[in-house]
């Protein structure tokens, strides 16, 4: 076996349907008495029953989370809660309010309990980032690791099925990535390949029944483990690509990841086998890049650049940009090469192997 090291993170997970019913126990159970509650303006209603149920532990309710968390808004949260003297914040919602959340905790030491309500997986990882003059940066601190993540399907019925599908791919993407880092191990792997296995089996189902809070559990419970795996270990092209072009082109998170993933794969494909042949068996397909692309297709998801609002002149750009500080990958990163990966995502061809020269 390869050697290894291996830091498991600290944090509580409480997970079930109806397990919102003890955020109060939770919020206790860190010594926390008064709780802002953080949410984006959309999901201000979900919000606002949840800062009711709290009674007296509310302190008050801070609905601006916006995608990227700009330092102003981090900052404007920052005061709020001090002015309302909270002892904790309470994020419902996505990568974007738990981030706000993430961004408090930074320079407060505030603690942080994450109620996700899609499948980003950022409630288990302790990176952050923050969006300053346009330039967003991102950092890993332990102080911005949620203290407490309460997982309950129920808050995900209202998540739209197109958003659904995306961000499950989303968590998706954390998971085969997990299986071929620099840093993977065996613990992380299994999380990862288990990952995959519910993302996998839950997503065909979620496009006939929606509603159905099983599927919509599992889903959750692909989604954790996701996250648990993109906080355990470092992450490669496919996440470095998704970031350039979400950060320089402005295209949407969770669409990026869903196109990106399976030519990410198919590029990684050769120098990582055993990862591959994991992933694939986890989604029994015999092929992982072919069988995400494929199953992408079955339901109806993004498979082009240039449906979700990319240029076909910026390429060359992204190109540039993805490979200037590259992560850590399996296969060395060439210009040629992610200049091919970019023209197969962006026309939406099947993920072939990639041969484009430097
Ligand atoms: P999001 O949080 O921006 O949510 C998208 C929209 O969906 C928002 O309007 C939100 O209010 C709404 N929404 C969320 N859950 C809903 C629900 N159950 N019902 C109805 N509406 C709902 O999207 P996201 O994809 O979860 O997060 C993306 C952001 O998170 C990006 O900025 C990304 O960089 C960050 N992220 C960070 C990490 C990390 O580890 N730091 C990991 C993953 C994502």
């Given at each position: 076996m390869k050697a290894f090291a291996y830091n498991a993170l600290p944090g509580r997970v409480v997970f079930g349907?109806?397990?919102?019913?003890h955020l109060q126990r939770e919020i206790e159970r860190i010594g926390a008495k008064r709780a802002l509650v953080l949410s984006t303006p959309q999901q201000r209603g979900q919000a606002e029953d949840i800062a009711r149920s709290l009674g007296e532990r509310c302190a008050g309710l801070y609905d601006r989370a916006v995608m990227h968390v700009p330092v102003e808004t981090a900052r404007a949260a920052r005061e709020e809660a001090k002015r309302l003297s909270a002892d904790c914040a309470v994020a419902v919602g996505g990568g974007s309010t738990v981030g706000l959340g993430k961004a408090i905790a930074l320079e407060s030491n505030l603690p942080i309990l994450a109620i996700p309500t899609?499948?980003?997986?950022?409630?288990?990882?302790p990176i952050y980032g923050l969006t300053e003059n346009g330039q967003k940066r991102t950092g890993r601190d332990?102080?911005?690791?949620?203290k407490t993540v309460i997982y309950d399907p129920l808050l995900t019925l209202s998540l739209p099925v197109p958003l659904s599908i995306t961000s499950a791919l989303n968590a998706m993407a954390h998971c085969v990535e997990a299986l071929y880092?620099?840093?993977?191990?065996p613990v992380v792997s299994l999380m990862a390949e288990e990952g995959i296995r519910a993302l996998g089996r839950s997503l065909p189902k979620l496009k006939a029944n929606p509603d159905d809070i099983e599927v919509r559990s599992d889903l959750l419970y692909g989604a954790w483990l996701a996250g648990a795996a993109l906080g355990a270990v470092g992450m490669s092209i496919h996440h470095k690509l998704c970031h350039t072009l979400g950060g320089s082109?402005?295209?949407p998170h969770s669409d990026v990841h869903t196109v990106i993933l399976p030519h990410a794969a198919a590029y990684n494909r050769a120098a990582a086998p055993d990862a591959m042949a994991r992933a694939a068996a986890a989604l029994s397909v015999s092929d992982a890049p072919l069988g995400i692309w494929e199953l992408e297709k079955s339901l109806g998801a993004?498979?082009?650049l240039k449906e979700i609002?990319?240029?076909?002149?910026d390429l060359d750009r992204a190109a540039r940009l993805a490979t200037?500080?590259?992560?850590?990958?399996p296969r060395p990163i060439e210009l040629g090469a992610i200049r091919a990966l970019l023209d197969n995502a962006f026309h939406g061809r099947k993920p072939a192997e990639i041969s484009g020269q430097d």
């Amino acid at each position: 076996m390869k050697a290894f090291a291996y830091n498991a993170l600290p944090g509580r997970v409480v997970f079930g349907t109806g397990a919102l019913q003890h955020l109060q126990r939770e919020i206790e159970r860190i010594g926390a008495k008064r709780a802002l509650v953080l949410s984006t303006p959309q999901q201000r209603g979900q919000a606002e029953d949840i800062a009711r149920s709290l009674g007296e532990r509310c302190a008050g309710l801070y609905d601006r989370a916006v995608m990227h968390v700009p330092v102003e808004t981090a900052r404007a949260a920052r005061e709020e809660a001090k002015r309302l003297s909270a002892d904790c914040a309470v994020a419902v919602g996505g990568g974007s309010t738990v981030g706000l959340g993430k961004a408090i905790a930074l320079e407060s030491n505030l603690p942080i309990l994450a109620i996700p309500t899609t499948y980003a997986g950022s409630e288990m990882t302790p990176i952050y980032g923050l969006t300053e003059n346009g330039q967003k940066r991102t950092g890993r601190d332990a102080r911005v690791l949620p203290k407490t993540v309460i997982y309950d399907p129920l808050l995900t019925l209202s998540l739209p099925v197109p958003l659904s599908i995306t961000s499950a791919l989303n968590a998706m993407a954390h998971c085969v990535e997990a299986l071929y880092a620099e840093d993977a191990n065996p613990v992380v792997s299994l999380m990862a390949e288990e990952g995959i296995r519910a993302l996998g089996r839950s997503l065909p189902k979620l496009k006939a029944n929606p509603d159905d809070i099983e599927v919509r559990s599992d889903l959750l419970y692909g989604a954790w483990l996701a996250g648990a795996a993109l906080g355990a270990v470092g992450m490669s092209i496919h996440h470095k690509l998704c970031h350039t072009l979400g950060g320089s082109f402005n295209l949407p998170h969770s669409d990026v990841h869903t196109v990106i993933l399976p030519h990410a794969a198919a590029y990684n494909r050769a120098a990582a086998p055993d990862a591959m042949a994991r992933a694939a068996a986890a989604l029994s397909v015999s092929d992982a890049p072919l069988g995400i692309w494929e199953l992408e297709k079955s339901l109806g998801a993004p498979l082009t650049l240039k449906e979700i609002g990319m240029k076909e002149v910026d390429l060359d750009r992204a190109a540039r940009l993805a490979t200037e500080r590259p992560y850590y990958n399996p296969r060395p990163i060439e210009l040629g090469a992610i200049r091919a990966l970019l023209d197969n995502a962006f026309h939406g061809r099947k993920p072939a192997e990639i041969s484009g020269q430097d």
